[in-house]
């Protein structure tokens, strides 16, 4: 076994705790861990050990990109086990600085955004359900399909937001709008979505359009940062899936933008990816998934909220939903490989399904987790007494 091989054997026993096979480039195996492998780690080149020591989820995912590992097996069942020992991987994080602290200036974040959401509305169509939701679901039941479980996770939100006919919504990083036209269309609300994303932009807008809802919807090219000195003013106020985006040193910033533009006694809703700690990010997803994108924890959240007077009505997690959701989007990505092909490259392919299982082992193994925080701007002692009115009006 040569030099290398010895530093990747000594490298993989960190994960003793679970077992698998290794084939090395040499044809030489190796075993890890005390009972029957439950996948198996095929290497075609070398991994610096550097590498795999400034950051494990870096040099493992360039190499699973780039065809020098391959996994036989499962690859979420893979992933899975090893999540289950991350507190084993390696981060240098003065040595990756540059990547997981970028610039959170407006024209900076937007180019980042943008370089995920901008891949296409064609793409996104082939393994979204049709409501073009991009954020987790929720399973009521375990044989909900992703398209129902959409819509419970709408309605899910609707309802925390206790909507009555003829209120304002705003959403927050609106998507391609499904959220604002099921307000629209139950409760009659008139609804902002904004967005950074030129493809969601227009995705949304004809949406408006085919729905015939122009006199209660409308969606804008807008950064958060731009409602503190817009005249708006709403009801209510929603973000899902954007304050990732935002960058920590700007959640005092992002509070004061719905602060501006929220009515006394009115409720925001918050649905993000959340931590446990304050951690600058993955450097694998920040470099080729979500560039910029950090993970705020819980309570550094509920903290900032009360420097607002705002008053926690509710925090709900959806982590396992979170599972579910990105299982189902894996499973349609591999469903529709052929015209994935047909737009991206074999490197973008192994990295999205790099993406998808990846995330769905983190969310698995409480790595992150996902959770919804209703606010209140003030005290509002109109809202029910009791949660029973958000599950007895399920259609």
């Excluded at 780690?41 to 950051?55: D, M, T």
């Excluded at 020098?68 to 289950?84: M, N, R, S, T």
């Excluded at 894996?330 to 490989?337: D, Q, S, T, V």
Aim: aromatic share 14%.
């Amino acid at each position: 076994m040569n030099i290398q091989a010895k530093l990747m054997e000594k490298f993989l026993k960190r994960f003793d705790g679970t077992s698998f096979d290794v084939q090395f480039e040499t044809g030489e195996e190796l075993h890890i861990g005390q009972m029957p492998a439950k996948f198996k780690i095929i290497i075609h080149e070398p991994i610096a050990y550097k590498k795999l020591i400034k950051s494990t989820s870096l040099a493992l995912g360039e190499a699973y990109m780039n065809g020098a590992i391959e996994v036989e097996g499962d690859l979420i069942e893979a992933l899975d086990e090893l999540f289950k020992y991350q507190n084993q991987f390696s981060t240098d994080y003065s040595a990756l600085k540059k990547l997981l602290h970028t610039s959170t200036s407006a024209k900076n974040q937007k180019k980042e955004v943008c370089s995920h959401y901008n891949l296409g509305n064609d793409f996104y169509k082939l393994w979204l359900d049709k409501s073009m939701s991009y954020s987790c679901a929720y399973f009521k039941n375990e044989t909900d399909t992703l398209e129902e479980a959409q819509y419970n996770k709408v309605h899910h939100i609707l309802r925390k937001l206790n909507l009555k006919h003829g209120m304002s919504l705003l959403d927050i990083g609106c998507g391609w709008g499904y959220l604002l036209i099921e307000a629209a269309k139950t409760y009659g609300i008139k609804g902002v979505g904004i967005t950074l994303s030129e493809q969601q932009y227009k995705g949304f807008k004809e949406r408006i359009k085919a729905e015939a809802l122009e006199d209660y919807l409308q969606v804008e090219l807008m950064d958060y940062r731009e409602l503190r000195v817009s005249d708006l003013k709403f009801d209510r106020v929603v973000s899902v899936g954007m304050l990732e985006h935002v960058g920590r040193e700007n959640y005092d910033l992002f509070f004061k933008s719905v602060d501006a533009v929220l009515k006394p006694e009115g409720l925001f809703l918050l649905h993000y990816i959340s931590a446990y700690g304050e951690y600058p990010g993955d450097a694998w997803i920040k470099k080729y998934i979500f560039p910029g994108g950090v993970i705020p924890s819980l309570r550094e959240i509920i903290h900032l909220s009360a420097d607002y007077k705002y008053y926690v009505q509710d925090v709900e997690s959806l982590r396992r939903h979170y599972v579910k959701t990105l299982l189902s989007w894996y499973e349609r990505f591999e469903a529709h490989l052929p015209e994935v092909r047909k737009l991206f490259d074999e490197r973008f392919i192994r990295m999205w399904q790099m993406y998808l299982c990846s995330c769905a082992a983190s969310f698995n193994n409480g790595v992150i987790d996902l959770h919804q925080i209703l606010f209140t701007k003030g005290v509002n002692n109109q809202l029910p007494m009791t949660r029973e009115y958000l599950y007895t009006r399920y259609k």
